[in-house]
């Protein structure tokens, strides 16, 4: 069974960089019928879509937020990586981890998420 | 991208059918056949009800469908019940190669 599973600080300062991992096991990030992905949820509000990465590395971001992304993979771990830079209070959200699956274009599989707080 | 348009809230009593309406364009859901449904209970990470406009993955009750006509898709819970109670938010693939979520509905069974 595929799990994924988001790591990283769950505080960070406004002005800096968000960064946070997420572990696949169950299955191989090298897979070429899929891409992986953050999407986030802030406090009270609705589903956001950040990114996905193929595991080749093409990238596909949320044009409201292209300027401060960037979404990377490492097949030899098994992980993908997003950085969300010059944060805001407005990015504190939960973030999840996911799987799209191509073909489909569905998001079959999340992490449990992970919440982050932007404050000083 | 703007977010796909959903009710922020629907209700029903146990046993009746909802709908929940997931207005976009012709360059995200009228453009393609790749809208989803997810399920999300609080607390939880949300769950895939629903694929490619109409598909329900293995697992998920058949009290579950989902509709396309022009812009708008539905997903229609058919027989409520109280373990239905959740967001529902709906998703497509967008022209730009890019994801949309809907903002979200709240369904309280009453």
């Known amino acids: 069974q595929l799990q994924l599973q988001e790591s990283g600080p769950g505080l960070v300062k406004p002005s800096e960089t968000l960064s946070l991992t997420c572990t696949v096991s169950?299955?191989?990030?090298?897979?070429?019928?899929?891409?992986w992905g953050w999407i986030r949820q802030p406090p009270g509000k609705g589903l956001e879509w950040i990114g996905n990465?193929?595991?080749?590395?093409?990238?596909y971001y949320n044009p409201s937020l292209k300027s401060r992304v960037t979404i990377s993979v490492d097949t030899s771990k098994n992980q993908f990586s997003l950085k969300l830079g010059s944060v805001t209070a407005a990015d504190t959200a939960i973030y999840y981890c996911?799987?799209?699956?191509?073909?489909?274009?569905?998001?079959?599989?999340w992490g449990q998420g992970t919440l982050v707080t932007v404050s000083s | 991208q703007s977010a796909l348009t959903q009710p922020a809230s629907v209700s029903g009593s146990p046993g009746q059918s909802i709908t929940i309406s997931c207005t976009g364009t012709?360059?995200?859901?009228?453009?393609?056949?790749?809208v989803s449904w997810y399920q999300r209970h609080p607390g939880k990470a949300p769950k895939v009800m629903i694929s490619?406009?109409?598909n329900r993955p293995s697992g998920v009750s058949n009290r579950f469908s989902g509709s396309k006509s022009g812009n708008t898709a539905s997903l229609t819970i058919s027989g409520l019940q109280a373990e239905d109670e959740a967001e529902y938010y709906c998703?497509?693939?967008?022209?730009?190669?890019?994801?949309?979520f809907g903002g979200g509905t709240k369904l309280t069974v009453l």
């Open positions: 990465i193929y595991y080749a590395g093409t990238t």
């Open positions: 998703s497509s693939y967008t022209s730009t190669s890019t994801v949309v």
């Open positions: 169950g299955g191989s990030i090298s897979s070429s019928s899929c891409l």
């Open positions: 996911a799987r799209l699956s191509l073909g489909y274009y569905v998001t079959d599989y």
């Open positions: 490619e406009v109409s």
């Open positions: 012709s360059s995200d859901v009228g453009g393609y056949n790749y």
